[in-house]
C-alpha cells in the first residue's frame, strides 16, 4: 500500500508540474504580448478607420450544416482552428485574413480558402497596418474586450484605438512576437508530452495496485 501511495504522489506531482508549466507557457506570451502594446510609444488611430469589414453574405452555413468530413473547410468564431467541413461550393478565396469572433472574441489569421460557420463571424482586411501586426493587435484587445458575457464585442471593438508606429516597426513587434510565441510553443509541447506522460504512469500505479 505504502508504494501504491508513493507512486500516486510522485504521478500527482507530475501532472501538477506540467499543468504549471503548461500555464505558464501561455502566461508569458500574453504578458509579452501586453508589454509590447502598453509601452509602444506610436500615434493612435482608431481600428474602424484602418480595416475593411469583408461580407461573409453568400459564403456562410448554418452550425448543424457543418460536417465531419467534406471538400473545403468551416472556419467559425470557436477556439477550434477548423470547425468541420462543407462540399458547398460557397468558399472565400481572397485570403489571407483576420477573423474576429464576435461572441467570443476569437482571434484568428486564415490563410487558407475558407466557408463561414454560423453566426457572428467578422472577416477583416486592415489597411496601413501589416497584417499579423493587425492580429497582434485584436489578440491584445481581448483582454479589455472579454468581459465574461455573451454579448457582440465587434461594436466596441472598432471604435477602440491602436498604435500606428511605421511599417518598418510593425515588422519588428511582429518578429519579436513570433519568436516568442515559437517558445512558448515548444514549452507548452513539452508540457502536454509530460501530462500525458504523468497520467500514464497514475494510471499505470492504480492497475497495478488492483492487480495485487
Known amino acids: 500500500m505504502a508504494k501504491v501511495e508513493a507512486g500516486l504522489k510522485e504521478a500527482d506531482g507530475l501532472v501538477a508540474?506540467?499543468?504549471r508549466l503548461a500555464a505558464l507557457a501561455d502566461d508569458t506570451f500574453k504578458a509579452e504580448l501586453d508589454?509590447?502594446?502598453?509601452?509602444l510609444n506610436a500615434p493612435t488611430v482608431k481600428l474602424g478607420d484602418?480595416?475593411?469589414v469583408v461580407s461573409v453574405r453568400g459564403h456562410q452555413i448554418k452550425q448543424n450544416e457543418i460536417k465531419p468530413v467534406g471538400r473545403y473547410p468551416v472556419v467559425s468564431q470557436s477556439e477550434r482552428k477548423i470547425e468541420g467541413f462543407s462540399d458547398e461550393p460557397i468558399?472565400?478565396?481572397d485570403v489571407p485574413l483576420i477573423l474576429f469572433g464576435d461572441h467570443t472574441c476569437c482571434v484568428k489569421f486564415i490563410d487558407f480558402p475558407f466557408i463561414v460557420g454560423a453566426d457572428g463571424t467578422k472577416l477583416l482586411r486592415p489597411h496601413k497596418m501589416e497584417l499579423n501586426y493587425f492580429r497582434y493587435c485584436l489578440e491584445d484587445a481581448r483582454k479589455s474586450l472579454c468581459d465574461g458575457k455573451y454579448r457582440r464585442h465587434f461594436s466596441d471593438l472598432i471604435e477602440m484605438e491602436f498604435p500606428l508606429p511605421s511599417l518598418d516597426i510593425q515588422r519588428e513587434i511582429v518578429g519579436k512576437l513570433e519568436a516568442v510565441k515559437a517558445r512558448c510553443k515548444r514549452l507548452k509541447a513539452e508540457a502536454e508530452r509530460g501530462l500525458k506522460a504523468a497520467e500514464a504512469l497514475r494510471k499505470a500505479v492504480l492497475a497495478e495496485a488492483f492487480e495485487q
Not at 35 to 39: D, G, N, R, V
Open 35 to 39: 508589454e509590447t502594446f502598453s509601452t
Open 91 to 93: 468558399v472565400i478565396t
Open 17 to 19: 508540474h506540467f499543468k
Open 50 to 52: 484602418v480595416c475593411e
